[in-house]
């Protein structure tokens, strides 16, 4: 059953920590990104990265750190420079679709959310 | 860099009324403008998508319209269900491509019985 899963779902991080989200797809797309969602800010994009080994800043890159070694894998740290880092956070995927050609869907995983204590 | 704006931020309609969101967009070579739904505790999922090409798409009870000019997209349910209530988002590219993908704020949709 192909799709992208995030752990851990929950996380709660003491002030100063730095904590890692992981997550991986097996669609075998180019594309992963992730959002941070907000109430009543929508999706607000983090990182993403088109290929293995490449990836680019968002809107919001501050206090955060990626890496792409693999192109099933995008894990996402959470550091502690990351002001104010509670909030729900969103990886995704997309890439080319046999039959549709497609490359602007975002397949979504069920998120992870973060809690600052 | 672009800027969506997404109203209303709630909306509540009776089961079997029309329900529309509204979507304006701020970047003129933006191309591609999809529309996803997150239901309650789910991930969000594309419920429907256009490009520049076209003015308008429909998919069963749902459509969406384009216009340009004006530079804003809208979202029309007909014969709203209960199993619409959810957060839509709109969102807007450059290049047709997920990765300069802006984001609405979302429209909480409630149908009620």
């Known amino acids: 059953d192909g799709g992208i899963t995030q752990s851990p779902k929950y996380l709660f991080r003491k002030e100063g920590q730095n904590v890692t989200l992981s997550c991986e797809q097996n669609?075998?797309?180019?594309?992963m990104y992730w959002y941070r969602q907000d109430p009543g800010q929508g999706l607000r994009l983090i990182y993403y990265?088109?290929?293995?080994?490449?990836?680019q800043k968002g809107d919001i890159a501050e206090g955060y750190s990626v890496s792409r070694e693999k192109k099933e894998s995008f894990p996402l740290t959470v550091t502690s420079a990351q002001k104010n880092p509670t909030a729900f956070y969103l990886c995704?995927?997309?890439?080319?679709?046999?039959?549709?050609?497609?490359?602007?869907?975002?397949?979504f995983g069920e998120g992870s959310r973060l809690t600052v204590l | 860099g672009e800027n969506v704006e997404q109203h209303p931020s709630t909306l509540s309609v009776q089961e079997g009324d029309s329900a529309v969101i509204k979507c304006t967009y701020s970047d003129s070579a933006s191309n591609y403008f999809p529309w996803y739904k997150q239901e309650l505790g789910k991930r969000p999922q594309l419920i429907i998508d256009?490009?520049?090409?076209?003015g308008e798409k429909k998919d069963q009870r749902i459509a969406v319209t384009l216009n340009k000019t004006a530079k804003h997209f809208s979202l029309h349910i007909t014969e709203t269900q209960p199993e619409d209530s959810a957060v839509y988002f709109c969102?807007?590219?450059?290049?047709?491509?997920?990765?300069?993908?802006?984001f609405g704020t979302g429209t909480r949709l409630q149908v009620t019985l």
């Open positions: 256009i490009r520049s090409n076209v």
């Open positions: 995704a995927s997309s890439g080319w679709r046999l039959g549709t050609g497609n490359t602007g869907e975002l397949f």
């Open positions: 990265s088109q290929i293995v080994n490449d990836f």
């Open positions: 969102a807007a590219s450059i290049g047709g491509t997920a990765s300069k993908l802006t």
């Open positions: 669609l075998n797309h180019d594309a």
